[in-house]
């Protein structure tokens, strides 16, 4: 008996100790797959945490847009802005008999407006670019034929008197927006009469014309049938040039050197031309327009129709920059946080495809705010050389410093052009994307599906499980 003790001891022994690499396997994989597991959590956690400096160059990008527009505004009060022209419009005073309380007959002077029956309208746009520092704005220098006819004013409807009608004090008006930007004295050929304007501005939105030019027609013939008008108004303004179809037929005619326009409001021309090459730069542009499609009368009373009624019949062109460098810079950086991502997976499936290669977290770090740093390159270089090469200049200098960084950490000069060539493959998608503004969507989604599949067809054959308890073998 004490013999054979000890033999049923060793042999439980023995199959115990055969158990045990067994278990001590399981742990070791369980414990190096949550290893693995944290590891990409943590780089998740550092791309994340990048959207911190991203963030603070969205603001410098935001405070830059901002300066852009306080220029815009400082040349404009000393240029001009936006010009819009409203008329002519013929306006007639008439006397307004009413009674008091104590039933005594009073009079006041009231006005009454007339639109034009036919109105042509033919400008030339000069523009050139104004510089504030770094930044550009575009300005024009406007000489702009208005000529047509009135028809009788008919008074009838209002039951006016003809004797209570002021026809010495009829005036003319032009609507301007920036009478301070006239270059010169402006005259007005009233049935071939020359007569002068004069300038008028008003605070109160109580006038139905706040900035005007007035022209006073003391020898208006009230036994004519119609009026003639021609006049030439040479303005100064910046970016947008508007204009009202005030006539009951209103023929408009522009044309400008600047290659890059856009037509906007109530109308779009019914013809134009662009030309943005070559020694002819610039567009014609011409439109139609009939009272029937506008939402303002051919004639009313004081106080019936203000200046905004026209606003909404307006239309015009704007001098645009086709290659907006903050615009730009605002999209780039929409993608910034995508790519981070994807430049810290191919870091990640680096370190998974060579088991001697171990990225540490701060690693992760300066390759990822080197990536932040192309963003703030991108917008300072923009504002002196453009956009592209700005882009290119600061794609080149990242991608050299990521790749010469991280050739060490790689421990191969080729695994470093590798990554290089990725990088660039990265920002040569980017750049594609910014250019193509109305297919960015369509052209994004069909590069992110590409990128998936393709790294779902590197890694298909890869063991996770086996490349976790590898990992950890090389480690310990």
Not at 338 to 352: C, I
């Amino acid at each position: 008996m004490e013999t054979n003790t000890p033999q049923n001891t060793t042999e439980t022994n023995t199959d115990h100790n055969d158990n045990n690499p067994i278990n001590l396997n399981a742990v070791k994989t369980s414990n190096s797959t949550l290893l693995l597991i944290g590891k990409m959590f943590l780089v998740g956690f550092l791309a994340l945490l990048l959207g911190l400096p991203l963030l603070i160059v969205q603001f410098v990008v935001k405070e830059r847009v901002d300066r852009q527009d306080e220029v815009k505004r400082e040349i404009s009060q000393t240029w001009g802005g936006d010009q819009t022209i409203i008329g002519p419009v013929l306006v007639i005073p008439y006397k307004k008999y009413y009674r008091d309380n104590d039933d005594k007959i009073h009079y006041s002077i009231s006005n009454t407006y007339f639109l034009p029956d036919k109105l042509t309208v033919e400008g030339d746009l000069k523009t050139q670019i104004k510089h504030r520092n770094v930044f550009k704005v575009p300005v024009y220098q406007s000489s702009i034929d208005l000529s047509g006819t009135f028809k009788r004013p008919d008074f009838s409807q209002w039951k006016i008197s003809d004797e209570h009608i002021l026809w010495d004090q009829g005036y003319l008006l032009i609507g301007v927006s920036e009478v301070h930007a006239l270059q010169n004295k402006t005259y007005v050929f009233w049935n071939n009469e020359k007569l002068p304007f004069r300038p008028i501005q008003h605070e109160s939105s109580q006038y139905f014309l706040r900035n005007s030019l007035k022209s006073d027609l003391k020898n208006l013939n009230p036994q004519s049938s119609s009026y003639s008008f021609q006049t030439k108004l040479q303005l100064s303004g910046s970016s947008k040039f508007k204009m009202v179809p005030v006539g009951e037929e209103s023929s408009f005619s522009l044309q400008s050197n600047w290659p890059h326009p856009k037509f906007f409001g109530a109308s779009l021309p019914t013809k134009h031309q662009i030309a943005d090459s070559g020694s002819q730069q610039g567009f014609q542009a011409k439109w139609q327009a009939s009272s029937l499609n506008r939402g303002f009368p051919t004639q009313w009373l004081e106080k019936e129709i203000y200046e905004n009624h026209f606003e909404k019949g307006a239309f015009g062109v704007e001098m645009i920059n086709p290659v907006d460098n903050y615009r730009l810079a605002t999209r780039a950086n929409k993608y910034s946080m995508l790519f981070v991502a994807l430049t810290f997976l191919t870091f990640f499936l680096l370190e998974v495809f060579n088991r001697k290669v171990r990225v540490h977290p701060i690693q992760y770090l300066f390759v990822g705010f080197s990536l932040c740093i192309f963003y703030l390159l991108l917008l300072s270089l923009s504002e002196v050389i453009g956009f592209s090469w700005a882009y290119l200049s600061g794609a080149i200098s990242i991608v050299f410093l990521i790749s010469f960084y991280m050739s060490r950490v790689l421990q191969s000069f080729k695994r470093a052009l590798l990554l290089g060539g990725i990088l660039s493959g990265l920002y040569l998608y980017l750049y594609t994307l910014l250019q193509l503004e109305d297919y960015a969507l369509l052209a994004g989604s069909l590069g992110l599906f590409l990128i998936l599949a393709s790294i779902m067809l590197i890694t298909r054959r890869v063991d996770w499980y086996r490349l976790s308890l590898e990992k950890s073998t090389v480690t310990n």
